[in-house]
DNA sequence: CAACAGGGGACAC
DNA sequence: GTGTCCCCTGTT
């Protein structure tokens, strides 16, 4: 068990923030998180932060996982003092880290995602890892479930994972996971790229476009220059970017910002 | 019951 | 780059 104080973070805002799928709220101030084939608890009261796992996991993986060691108030510093809707959504979402997320976990979370409301996509992952996934134990005896391995999707038929709720996006998950066990994809590879050559090679998978693409270069390859466009995104680019949005001045950081609007729309619709 | 929207993408032209 | 289809499920 871990505690340590910081800033800029935020269990609620990181968990509502859409790049996760597999984080719940289990009790007041209390979360659930499975990454890849970890689960873990965390706790925050104020800037306080209890993170439930060893220290060598800690060390090794959330640290990383949560981005623990950037300065967000540096991201939030740079933001125009003129542009008051994006200090109003950095405001709004100060406490929001962009996760290192596993990769192959985000390409088929981010297909499963298209024309997919949020509620019915962790479903549908929740499906996937129950059905699939490798069986895991908590530390206090508790099963789970890892998320499924590529040669794990590979096998299941079009119609296994249709009967995971999938619909139409079946194909895409089918397709990728074989191309990806068949070698004709190395997601090593494409860890070690940079942002524009990354985003080339997943184009390649079927199923995956110039938003899921992004999605993935973001919230799994952490190159904070992706910024994905999807129809909310889209929306508050044409009310308050006519112009279009001023890549320049946040060269290498419009990722975050992007996640503050998407979060700050999310927060107003409801 | 019908209509519709929900973090798009493939494919043809 | 535009249009059309995909044909999923939950909500209204």
Same mark, same amino acid.
């Given at each position: 068990?871990?505690?340590?104080?910081?800033?800029?973070?935020?269990?609620?805002?990181?968990?509502?923030?859409?790049?996760?799928?597999?984080?719940?709220?289990?009790? !007041?101030?209390?979360?659930?998180?499975?990454?890849?084939?970890?689960?873990?608890?965390?706790?925050?009261?104020?800037?306080?932060?209890?993170?439930?796992?060893?220290?060598?996991?800690?060390?090794?993986?959330?640290?990383?996982?949560?981005?623990?060691?950037?300065?967000?108030?540096?991201?939030?510093?740079? #933001?125009?003092?003129?542009?008051?809707?994006?200090?109003?959504?950095?405001?709004?979402?100060?406490? #929001?880290?962009?996760?290192?997320?596993?990769?192959? !976990?985000?390409?088929?979370?981010?297909?499963?995602?298209?024309?997919?409301?949020? @509620?019915?996509?962790?479903?549908?992952?929740?499906?996937?890892?129950?059905?699939?996934?490798?069986?895991?134990?908590?530390?206090?005896?508790?099963?789970?479930?890892?998320?499924?391995?590529?040669?794990?999707?590979?096998?299941?038929? !079009?119609?296994?994972?249709?009967?995971?709720?999938?619909?139409?996006?079946?194909?895409?998950?089918?397709?990728?996971?074989?191309?990806?066990?068949?070698?004709?994809?190395?997601?090593?590879? #494409?860890?070690?790229?940079?942002?524009?050559?990354?985003?080339?090679?997943?184009?390649?998978?079927?199923? @995956?476009?110039?938003?899921?693409?992004?999605?993935?270069?973001?919230?799994?390859?952490?190159?904070?220059?992706?910024?994905?466009?999807?129809?909310? #995104?889209?929306?508050?680019?044409?009310?308050?970017?006519?112009?279009?949005?001023?890549?320049?001045?946040?060269?290498?950081?419009?990722? @975050?910002?992007?996640?503050?609007?998407?979060?700050?729309?999310?927060?107003?619709?409801?």
């Amino acid at each position: 068990m871990i505690t340590i104080e910081l800033e800029n973070f935020d269990l609620e805002q990181i968990c509502n923030s859409g790049q996760c799928f597999r984080m719940k709220k289990i009790s !007041e101030n209390r979360y659930a998180v499975h990454a890849a084939d970890k689960y873990l608890e965390i706790e925050q009261e104020k800037t306080l932060v209890t993170f439930h796992c060893e220290e060598t996991e800690f060390l090794f993986f959330w640290i990383s996982y949560f981005d623990l060691d950037a300065d967000y108030g540096r991201y939030i510093k740079a #933001i125009n003092p003129r542009d008051q809707y994006l200090n109003r959504a950095a405001e709004t979402g100060n406490g #929001i880290r962009i996760l290192r997320q596993d990769l192959w !976990e985000m390409i088929v979370s981010f297909l499963i995602s298209q024309q997919n409301n949020i @509620v019915r996509i962790r479903r549908c992952i929740e499906n996937i890892c129950t059905r699939f996934g490798e069986e895991k134990t908590t530390w206090d005896g508790r099963t789970y479930y890892a998320f499924p391995k590529p040669e794990a999707l590979a096998m299941a038929s !079009e119609e296994e994972l249709r009967d995971c709720n999938l619909g139409y996006r079946a194909k895409y998950v089918a397709g990728t996971a074989r191309a990806v066990a068949a070698g004709e994809i190395s997601l090593e590879e #494409i860890s070690s790229m940079r942002y524009k050559k990354a985003k080339e090679q997943l184009l390649t998978l079927y199923g @995956v476009g110039e938003k899921v693409a992004d999605c993935i270069c973001l919230f799994a390859l952490h190159h904070l220059e992706a910024f994905p466009i999807d129809t909310h #995104i889209r929306q508050a680019l044409d009310a308050h970017y006519k112009r279009g949005f001023p890549n320049r001045r946040y060269k290498g950081m419009q990722g @975050v910002m992007q996640q503050y609007i998407f979060y700050y729309e999310l927060t107003q619709k409801k």
